[in-house]
């Protein structure tokens, strides 16, 4: 079960000064299908394949290890947009055991910074209190999901 909640970051200049200076991934993404859910992933050097069930704050998740000949392969048979993106894990200030994962959007959604936090439990998601630098909580909207970014026809507002 993956439980999240997602914000929406004004520009660069609100991040923490030091965002840099945490572990990155390159990611590329792209979806096979968008209900439900299945979604191919690079990840640097790594593949995967994921199965999300609905939900906004709370759903199910499940990732399978993928080669990069059938990345490729699948990369082809994909819908829409392909994401991409770099992602920074940041601790979460006060919460040592949470990871602000912050998403910094390259090609078609340039200069879209979003960040998620993963909680362990549904109570934790429901009290969490966010750092000042983070924007809007975009996480019951729907509209920052990654699955209707990819869409073409999707307008964010």
Same mark, same amino acid.
């Given at each position: 079960?993956?439980?999240?909640?997602?914000?929406? %970051?004004?520009?660069?200049? /609100?991040?923490?000064?030091?965002?840099?200076?945490?572990?990155?991934?390159?990611?590329?993404?792209?979806?096979?299908?968008?209900?439900?859910?299945?979604? %191919?992933?690079?990840?640097?050097?790594? @593949?995967?394949? =994921?199965?999300?069930?609905?939900?906004?704050?709370?759903?199910?998740?499940?990732?399978?290890?993928?080669?990069?000949?059938?990345? /490729?392969?699948?990369?082809?048979?994909?819908?829409?947009?392909?994401?991409?993106? =770099?992602?920074?894990?940041?601790?979460?200030?006060?919460?040592?055991?949470?990871?602000?994962?912050?998403?910094?959007?390259?090609?078609? @959604?340039?200069?879209?910074?979003?960040?998620?936090?993963?909680?362990?439990?549904?109570?934790?998601? &429901? =009290?969490?209190?966010?750092?000042?630098?983070?924007?809007? /909580?975009? =996480?019951?909207?729907? &509209?920052?999901?990654?699955?209707?970014?990819? /869409?073409?026809?999707?307008?964010?507002?």
């Amino acid at each position: 079960m993956e439980i999240e909640r997602k914000y929406r %970051i004004g520009r660069l200049a /609100d991040l923490p000064k030091h965002y840099t200076s945490f572990p990155c991934h390159a990611i590329e993404q792209a979806y096979l299908c968008t209900d439900p859910v299945i979604r %191919i992933r690079r990840e640097d050097e790594s @593949y995967y394949l =994921t199965y999300k069930g609905k939900g906004l704050l709370a759903r199910e998740e499940y990732n399978l290890p993928l080669t990069k000949e059938s990345y /490729d392969h699948l990369l082809k048979k994909a819908d829409g947009i392909i994401l991409t993106k =770099t992602r920074w894990f940041l601790p979460a200030e006060g919460n040592e055991d949470l990871t602000i994962e912050l998403d910094i959007f390259e090609g078609v @959604y340039k200069g879209l910074i979003l960040a998620e936090v993963e909680f362990p439990t549904l109570e934790a998601a &429901q =009290t969490f209190s966010p750092p000042s630098w983070f924007g809007e /909580d975009v =996480t019951f909207s729907g &509209q920052y999901q990654n699955s209707r970014l990819s /869409d073409p026809t999707h307008k964010l507002q």
